[in-house]
């Protein structure tokens, strides 16, 4: 649920900018307000986790969200649009979290099972293209509307699902006093703040072809099997290329027990710089394919970087651990939704993945001295 409400904009973007008589970096901005507030709530989020147990917050989330998604879809203004994005990225901070402390605090095959909770993020970020240009696609003129307003009572129906769920709370023990800062790193902080400044490259990424994807498809996927109208075009095979993304955190959740988990991370990201720079260039059946690998290695890192949080942070602030984390990565990196718009606007769409290519190279490079700082010897038990 939380990146079908992460993606319901981008999916749209097409009908949105016109609807709205838009740029795209207006629209770029606005997916920043959004992708900002879901990274940056991340922060409070997690210390709000900590202290009131992962349930509360979850349904909080939900049904914040819903209300927002529901308010977007009565929007007659683009100052109207843009307060219901902010809103809805807020509400959907409150997510990850508290889901991912839950996991790593319960489970103790914590890498397989954090593969398994990214497949279920994954199916989201890959089904809402589809979803919502299919919904979009029932009228040309309210079917933008009817796309926010079904996902909205979506998250209504999914709040009353958690609702009735039992779970086992772990929540920080008030008699100890707070966990901050004391509670929060195991061991130095230098592995930690290095990999918050590479998750900040690795989210830009995330968040500018998240943001464009289904556009660009639009305007470069022609003939043969690419038929149809540019939105529902671009939404469905977003969705395809995406849905590989899924198997990608099947796969990086099995490998995270299996190896050491920075040169594991350095080595999936080096990977997807020339495949975004082969879709800065490519078209048709090439771009679709490029595409697909593209999404395959990025997502296949996420259980990665989940897992080396947990182990860089005390199990006792955890929620803290992971706010801090989905803040830099989400927060900082919603920069790329309006940073990628200018350069779509002044050199082409394609611009787009060429420079977020330079952007996870450079991130490449820090994972690359943070590996050498991490040896299996140093490495704390999660």
Known sequence: MVHFYEQIFPALLLTMIAYFQIEFATAGLMQMLLAMAFGLGALPAGYITDRLGAKRIVMIYLIGAALSCLFISTARSATALALGLASMGAFISLYH??????????????????????MGGGLGVAVAPALATLLAAISPEYGWRLSFAAFGLLGLLAATGVATMKMTESRTDRSNGGFWPEHLIKGSAKPLVLFLAVAVTVGFSYRGVMTYLPTYFAQRLNGGMFTGSDVLKGGTFATLTLLVGVVGQFVGGQLASRYNLEKLFAFLMIVTVPLLLLMSVASNYALFFTAMLFAFFHFSGQPIGNNL???????????????????????????????????????????????????????????????GMKKDGDRVAS
């Open 97 to 118: 979290p508290a889901g991912t402390a839950l996991v790593t605090t319960q489970i103790k095959q914590v890498g397989k099972a954090l593969g398994y909770h990214g």
């Open 309 to 371: 949080i947990a182990e860089y942070t005390d199990p006792r602030g955890r929620g803290l651990g992971y706010g801090i984390y989905f803040s830099v990565a989400f927060g900082v990196g919603s920069l790329a939704s309006w940073f990628s718009g200018l350069i779509a606007d002044r050199f082409g769409l394609n611009m787009v993945f060429s420079a977020l290519a330079a952007v996870v190279l450079f991130g490449f490079f820090m994972m690359l001295f943070l590996a």
